[in-house]
Structures are given as C-alpha cells and as structure tokens.
C-alpha cells in the first residue's frame, strides 16, 4: 500500500522543498504512523548503496545482468511432487497465481479483444490471448523490468507493433530507474529496445528516457510513424521514424523542467501535453502548464487564468465520441477539492475541463470548466479521493456514453454527469465502501491504488482495470455494485519482501509473505500457486509461522507486528497487534525471529536495539496498539546513534544461541537469550567490508557454530562463513564477485540458506539477479551456479526459507512471485578432465610449461596443481578459475627437476575426483646427450617423419616429444613396432621446433623448421 511517491535520483530533487509543500497539515496519531518521503528510498539505499561512496553504483542493474550472462547455470530435474509442472529445471511456480503486483501499462488489442497486454513495474510485458484467464511473459530475463506504460499503433496494416516504456518515478520499489523505450512487431511476443533511448545506467538519472510516464502515437498521420513521449525531469519528445530518433518538442530534459509530464494525441493528430510546475530540486518548470499543438512542432500554452500555481503530476484524458473536449485531471497543493486520508492528512487535487472552439486553441479561445468542486468526498477514513500525491491516477471517458466519466486514485468512481456535480457518483473499487481501520476491507476482487482503466472495442460496458493487485475484469462497469474477477492467473508480477512456512510439519504447503502494496498473503492448498489470500493489510513485511502452525506472526511496514490463530482452512480464529511498546527508529521492513528452540519468544530489533518477548502466547488478542506487555527491551544491545540492527537470527540450541547484524557491518552473538539482560560479544570478522549491511545471518541447523552472512550492497565482498561461531571467518562469494576485492559487477546479494541433505550441504543465495546454490564453500574459490534459470531467471530474490524433513525450499522474488522446489541431494560432480600435455615423462628444456586438457561437460572452471611429489604433498604451483583447457605457467619450475601435474573440473559439487597425474623433467639443453646415429627427421606433404635407426635398440621404446623454441610441448607418443613415426604438423603454427626422443639411457634431438 504505498502511500507516497519515492525519488531514485535524491540529487535531483530537494526533498526539503517537497515536504514543504505536502505537509499542509500535522498527521495524526494513526494505526499506521505516516511514512516520510524518504522512508522506503532510504532503506534501499542502505540496502544497496557502495559503503566508500554512499552512492548506488552507476549503470549497476545493466552491468549485473550483462555479469549475470557468464555465470554457470544449473539444469539438473528433481522428481516434482507437483505433476502438473515438469520441467528441465527443478524450480516451479508457487505462485500466487490470483495476486497480481503493480500494474501500470494495461491495453487491449484492437484488431481481437482477446488478446490483452500488460506490464508490471518489477516484472516486466506480458500477454495474454484469452482475455486475462491466463498469461505469458514475454520479456526476457535480460531486459530491464520496470514497465509504466504502453501504446498500440491503430493505423491500417500497423497493429501488430507495440511500443511501452519503462521507469517508474512514482513509489518504485525496485529502486530501478528505467531505461528507454522497447517495441515489438509481433503483436507483444517479443521486444527490443529502441537503441536510441537506451541508456544503461538505470541506478542513475542522466537521461529523460529513464522515467517514461505515457506514449501516445499519431494515427492520423499513414506516412510516417510519429510517437511521442512524456517524461520526467524533462518534457514531450517526438519521432516520425518509430524511434529511431527523437527531438525534444516541448520541454527538456534536467533540472530546469518539469518533473511530471503527460501527452495525448486525437485521432486528428492534435497533441495535448501536461507539464507540471515543479521542476527538478524543487525549483519553478520553465515550461509548466496545459498544451496544445496541431502539428507537435509549434505549441500553444492554453493554461487558463484561474488554473492552479502549484501543479504536480496531471493527466490527459480525450473524449473519445468529441475530440475538442478534454479532461485535466492531478494534483495540485492548496488548490483545487481538499480531501483528507484515513491517517488525517490533507490532500488537493482538480479536475477541469477543456472545450476547443477556435483556431488558436488558446485560453481565451477555448472553454474552460472548474469541475474540482465535484470530485469524490464520501467521507469516512478512505471515502475521499485520494490520488497520494499523484501516485495514482486515472481518468477515463465512458466509449459510447461520454456523460460517463470514470476517476480513481486509492478508490475507483464513476459519475454519470461528468463530475458537472456532486451527484450521481459511485464508489465502485478501491477499498471497501466505509471501511474503517484497523483491519480495513477491499473492495470485492479488487485493490486500491488505480493506474489504468481499458474498455473492450465490442463491448464497452465490459472493462478492464490495473491497480497496485494486479488486473481486474468486469462484464458491466455501469452495475450499481460491480462484480469484478481478477484476471492475475499467472500474471506473476507480485513483489515480496519476506517469506515463511512451518518448519515441522512434512508436507505441508502453508506459505505466507510479506508483498510491496498488497500486505501479507498466505496460501494454505495442496497445490501452492492455486489460490493465496490477504491476512494482513498495509506493507507486508517480517513473517514467522510457529512449528505446526500454531500460532502465525505477521508484520506491517516499519515493525507493527500482529499474532493469528488460523485454521487449516485458512480462517482466522483471533488476532492482536504484539509490538513492543517503546519500540522505535524501525527500518522499513524490520526484522524479527522467534526463538528456533522455543518458538513463544520473539527477538525484535527495534533501531539502536534488541527486543525480547519471554511469553507470546500470553499476549492479549483483539486490539490494534503496541503493547508492553512480556517485552524487555536488552540493554547491553544498543548501538550507538545512527547503527541499526539490520538482522537477527536464531540457533536450533538448547542455550538460545542468538546472532544479530547491522547496517555498519558489526555483527554480535549471544548466549543464553532468553535470559536476563545479556551480554553480547562482537564476532565482526576482520575482512567484513566497512559500513555495510548485514542482510541476512544464515545459521546451520544442525550446528549454531556454522553461519552464513550475507552483505547486500554492492562493490563489497558479499558472503563471510564461520565454522567456530564467529572466531574466524572467511570470504565464499567466489564467482559471484566480478573482482576477488568483491568491486565490480557482481550483484546484490540478499538471503542465503543453509540446508542439510543426504551426504551433505547445500547453501543458497538469493541475489539481485536470481537464485544460485553451492554444495562446497571454498573461500573465494567457491563455485556458485544459477538456480532455475528458465523459472526464476534474473528475478530479485530477496528471502529463503526451507523445511529440512523433506528438502522443500521457497524463495520469494520481488516482482515474480514465489518459487519452490524440492532438494534431496547435493549436485553432481564433473568429470576429470583427461590430460594431454605435457605427456607421460615428457623431458623439456624450457621452465615455461603449456598444460593442455581435455574440456568436460558441467565443469565451470578448473584447477591446476603441479608438485615434486606425486601425492602432492608440497604444491609448486595451484591455480584455479581456469575456464580454457590451457595454462601456460614458470612459476615454481626449476631446471633439473622432475614435476607431477593434475587437472580438476569445478563445478557447484566441489572438484572433481584428482585424475590421474604425469610426470615431467626440465634439463638443461645442454645436458642432453646427442647422438651420433639420432634417426632422421623431415618433413613430407605435411607431416613431420621420424625415420627408424638400426643404431637405436629396440626403436619400439622410444619416446618422442615436440616442443617450440620457449618449451610449449604440441606432442608426445612413443614409437610402435620398429616402424617410422608421423607427425601431421600443417595446422601447426609456422616456425623452428624441436624433437626430443630418449630410450633408456639415450636421448637425442632434432632441430627443423616448419615454414
């Protein structure tokens, strides 16, 4: 339920300025304490940001996919419990198949009304061809997600091309800029970036590409395919080549420009544009107002006289049966109709209306009506129209019957006369009609929060809406009370936070988790993705289900914790708000645990400080308050000023071990708890980055020694792991850092799981670009290979949680979805790899070695180690990341010396079993024994010969190597049968080599040139 709007680019805008005008009155004492601008921004930043530069690294989600692409990949299939999803991977869908997440772009195709298309802010395009019963992503995993709107081209012979843009610059939870525009032609089975627009820096603002707010296309116009885009921080760009490039025809781009924009074209190819008075850092648009132009060139302002000063984000709306009248719809401070939200605060917003009647278009010769007066006010805590500052916003005409005016923000309304009065208006989405808090009501198979409304071209009763739940469908938007259905099945595009299931209870399906805008789900079916239901309003956050499903514990935004009793049906018995009274300074999504050994304690953090509830189930049921009821707050906890607890974590011990984390990289234990008042000790490893965030504190079920701690931000070495409770520590992010320093590209990485399995371990991470798994924690040499490419794909994954009886693994994404599956065993180990050179007692002359192998299937690299002792005892030279079948190495290589090599296959299972070993000599060239009668050697039609000698005994034991100049060995074998020896050399590299040959106790080389 976002309920302000959240800037990525902080430089860009003064935050001052803009509380400034927001707070026009002091909030009240609510349920829900109302949530600062900056509060959700901040905890991302903390979450990602680089801790040397306090910035999120330039260009960083690009880069991460592009490193994303060369990580190795897992393709093993488990047997699936579920027979309706198999698959080559064993990583399926959980759902929920009846939650939809923030939707913003919404169209239906004009040439067959069964196809629809629809992207969401964190999941990217998807299309449906049965009228939203089902859906396909049609975005790859590899294009930037963050879809705000979207544009079909309604000329004859073009409706099968597409365009949508991307960033969100309103509440984006992904902490995403966008990154241009993408176009299909296929009618949305696939998109391409328009490269013009492209950027590739979508942590950073220096584009107007980069938040896109509509597209509209020109379908008067069958010559050329003129589209134009609104931006942020910028203006209305134009292009009449399909975007192959485009000009700045209203506006600009940067801080001199309007920070909301909008544009609509008539199907006479008249072109309206909105442009908001707010400019980037709070400053004054130098092109605000309302805008017309018959050509997209030459604008005319028709901002009438009286219109409001202060002006956010509006939008533009066209009478569909008369194109001279338009509708202006947006927020505008201490202007316009007042409107008070359930928290109490005060919010303005207009609507005019525009009728052209002359040539010029001009204030005073086009019509202008003040309609504000008239927009919803039905009372209660959520009755009011309530847009959060233009977060949400829609207006649209009825197709037929253009008295029909529908109008949302958090609630969706209908007026039969235009909003010309107050009469006539229904409440018709959103929340629930006079609901009240705490535990308020939605509307029935709907959501609040309204971005888009789409009637069907056959029907235009029937209606689509796109809200933050999703899509919805209606066969009558005139009914009195609507029915709505959702059209969410397998539109995975829900954002999650968090994610728990019971723990001790095999087999049991029961998932809950915290979602961005839609609170807290939870599904009790046998099959997962069926059917999920809301348990909690708000933001869901930090979730907990007590062993056998006893009791459940769920949390809102910035650590309102609540405690249900549900049936296995999915009925809640009873439910009461738990959180500390005194608790303060939460982060946004706040971390707490129940005690792994007895689940009626809960830890909190609560800012500067651990929380401890000794009795839950003691705890009142029924109210909506903090309590201080059983709570303590531990006192030797507290951090100093401007440290918070990031993350907590509970030991399976009987001595309550505990380990907690924070976002200044300290990370503290405690023993015994549940206990007293105790004193923690700071297990903080030497090589922790500095100033980071400690998301996540994985702990061994079976050993409260063994841990797991994962860092969230980038450019910092992500996972440390303890195997004597925090003594010592050592780096295992291996290849999921693109620098061994943890610098780079490498991503974010934000939950890991420690699950015990048969003959073993294995471990998980979730990361900014999806879910990756080891069996070996090797230090920096650790093998990470990517889970569920196919399924999860570069989806962020932000939490994991397992059950041990049975190997079930969930992991929730944010924007995609839930994902499961079942691990039993660790994974396969590669091959060896076979040896080629040097050969078997190959004698060289040079201490410059090439060592060639063969390539193996499933290895991700491989690792060289050469020895003077064949047990490899004593180790000359190691080296591994290796992903050539060649290395050519000195280092460790001495003249009169013999040396053993081998060569392993890495992969996720470890190394591969040592294979074999061979042995080589390096002398000095001239410690070798020439002979007199050596046999012969030349070169006939492309073959170097090796021609017998009597003078040599037994020519069958002879052993011959060819070598270049600085000693790299191209072949060895031995002479067969008395019969001369052949060398096909063509492909061989021009230049003078070598011969080495020796028998028992004589050795002889040939010097020859291959030219």
């Keep these: 339920m976002k309920k302000y709007p959240v800037f990525i680019c902080i430089a860009l805008l003064s935050i001052f300025f803009l509380r400034k005008i927001y707070d026009t009155s002091k909030p009240t004492n609510s349920v829900l304490d109302a949530m600062s601008i900056q509060d959700r921004n901040n905890y991302m930043h903390m979450l990602l940001a680089d ?33 309706k999803i198999q698959a080559s991977e064993n990583w399926y869908s959980a759902g929920p198949a009846n939650l939809g997440g923030r939707t913003r772009a919404l169209a239906i195709d004009m040439m067959n009304d069964q196809i629809l298309l629809a992207g969401g802010v964190s999941s990217g395009m998807f299309k449906s061809t049965n009228q939203g019963l089902s859906w396909k992503k049609t975005f790859s995993n590899k294009q930037l997600q963050s879809v705000t709107c979207l544009a079909q081209d309604i000329r004859p012979g073009k409706t099968s091309t597409w365009y949508c843009g991307s960033g969100e610059f309103y509440g984006n939870s992904a902490s995403l800029n966008g990154d241009g525009l993408f176009s299909t032609t296929d009618n949305g089975d696939s998109w391409q970036q328009l490269a013009i627009t492209a950027t590739n820096t979508p942590q950073t603002w220096e584009s107007a590409y980069e938040y896109i707010f509509n597209i509209a296309i020109d379908p008067s116009n069958l010559n050329q395919s003129e589209l134009y885009v609104s931006t942020a921080l910028g203006g209305i760009y134009r292009t009449t080549d399909g975007g192959k490039s485009f000009k700045a025809a209203l506006g600009g781009s940067g801080n001199n420009y309007s920070l909301f924009t909008d544009v ?125 500052q233009g977060y949400d916003l829609v207006v ?45 009501d939605i509307y029935p198979n709907h959501h609040p929060d309204q971005h888009a409304i789409c009637f069907f071209p056959n029907n235009p009763n029937k209606a689509l809406s796109a809200n933050d739940g999703g899509i919805f469908k209606t066969e009558n938007c005139l009914q009195d009370s609507i029915n709505w259905t959702s059209c969410n099945y397998t539109y995975l595009t829900s954002q999650f936070y968090t994610i728990a299931i019971d723990h001790a209870t095999p087999n049991n399906s029961v998932i809950i988790g915290g979602t961005q805008d839609n609170g807290t789900y939870m599904t009790t079916g046998s099959f997962p993705s069926d059917f999920w239901e809301m348990k909690l309003t708000y933001d869901g956050a930090f979730c907990a289900v007590e062993d056998n499903r006893k009791n459940y514990y769920m949390s809102a935004q910035q650590g309102k914790i609540a405690r249900m009793i549900i049936d296995d049906k999915g009925n809640i018995i009873s439910k009461g708000r738990i959180d500390p009274a005194g608790g303060k300074n939460y982060l946004f999504i706040n971390p707490f645990t129940l005690d792994k050994t007895n689940q009626n304690i809960m830890y909190v953090a609560g800012g500067q400080l651990l929380w401890r509830n000794n ?116 780096p295992v992010s291996g290849n999921l850092e693109e620098n061994q320093s943890g610098g780079g590209k490498g991503p974010s990485c934000r939950w890991a799981q420690i699950l015990p399995v048969k003959n073993g371990t294995m471990f998980y991470v979730g990361t900014s670009v999806g879910l990756f798994s080891t069996s070996v924690l ?74 060639r192998w063969t390539s193996v299937p499933n290895a991700v690299f491989y690792k060289l180690d050469v020895s003077e002792t064949p047990d490899f005892s004593t180790v000359k030279l190691s080296r591994s990341l290796i992903t050539n079948t060649f290395y050519t190495a000195s280092t460790g290589i001495v003249v009169g010396k013999s040396y053993y090599w081998r060569v392993q296959a890495i992969n996720s299972a470890g190394a591969s079993v040592a294979p074999n070993s061979r042995k080589f000599s390096v002398k000095s060239s001239t410690g070798i024994n020439e002979e007199q009668n050596a046999p012969t050697v030349y070169i006939s039609n492309g073959n170097l010969v090796i021609k017998q000698n009597d003078s040599f005994d037994n020519m069958e034991h002879i052993t011959y190597s060819l070598y270049d100049l600085v000693g790299n060995c191209y072949w060895t074998s031995t002479m067969n049968n008395n019969a001369d020896a052949y060398i096909h050399i063509s492909s061989y590299p021009k230049g003078v080599y070598i011969v080495v040959g020796h028998s028992k106790d004589k050795t002889w080389k040939s010097l020859f040139i291959h030219q």
């Design 51 to 83: 801790p040397a530069t306090g910035q999120i690294p330039k260009g960083i989600r690009s880069a991460e996919l592009e490193f994303a692409s060369t990580l190795p990949k897992r393709h093993i299939a488990h047997e699936n419990p579920y027979a």
């Design 264 to 388: 609509k074209v008539s199907p006479k190819g008249i072109v309206y544009a909105c442009m908001s008075s707010i400019a980037g850092g709070g400053g004054i648009s130098s092109t605000k107002g309302i805008w017309r132009s018959i050509d997209g060139i030459n604008w005319t302002n028709i901002t009438p006289p009286n219109f409001p000063t202060q002006t956010y984000r509006m939008i533009i709306e066209i009478n569909p049966i008369d194109e001279n009248q338009v509708l202006i719809f947006g927020h505008t401070p201490n202007s316009g109709k007042k409107a008070v939200n359930f928290r109490g605060d005060i919010e303005w917003n207009s609507l005019w209306k525009y009728t052209f009647i002359s040539e010029d278009g001009k204030s005073s010769g086009g019509l202008w009506e003040n309609r504000s007066d008239n927009l919803p006010a039905l009372g209660g805590e959520f009755g009011d129209l309530i847009v959060q």
């Design 396 to 440: 649209k005409y009825h197709p037929i019957d253009t008295n029909i005016v529908f109008i949302g923000g958090t609630n969706l309304y209908r007026s039969t006369n235009g909003f010309r009065n107050t009469e006539s208006i229904t409440w018709i989405g959103g929340y629930k009609p006079y609901t009240k808090r705490p535990y308020f």
């Design 615 to 730: 009795n839950l189930k003691n705890m009142p049921m029924g109210g909506w308050d903090s309590t201080a009821i059983n709570w303590d707050s531990l006192s030797f906890t507290r951090l100093p000023e401007g440290e918070s607890i990031s993350a907590v974590s509970s030991a399976k011990t009987t001595n309550h071990i505990l380990y907690y984390g924070t976002n200044k990289g300290n990370l503290y234990k405690i023993t015994d708890a549940d206990k007293g008042d105790p004193i923690p000790i700071e297990i903080t490893g030497g090589k922790f980055p500095v100033n980071a965030n400690i998301q996540n504190i994985a702990i061994d079920p079976r050993d409260a020694n063994k841990a797991l701690v994962v860092f969230s931000n980038y450019n910092v070495l992500s996972m440390f792991y303890t195997s004597n409770g925090g003594e010592n520590w050592t």
């Design 778 to 851: 090797d230090s920096t040499l650790t093998c990470w290979e990517q889970e569920g490419s196919n399924t999860i794909g570069n989806a962020v994954v932000v939490m994991l949680d397992a059950r041990e009886q049975e190997g079930y693994v969930v992991a929730a994404t944010h924007g995609s979805g839930v994902y499961a599956s079942y691990i039993t065993d660790l994974p396969l180990k590669a091959n060896s790899p076979e040896l080629i050179s040097p050969g078997i007692d190959t004698i060289t002359t040079s201490t410059s070695i090439t060592y």
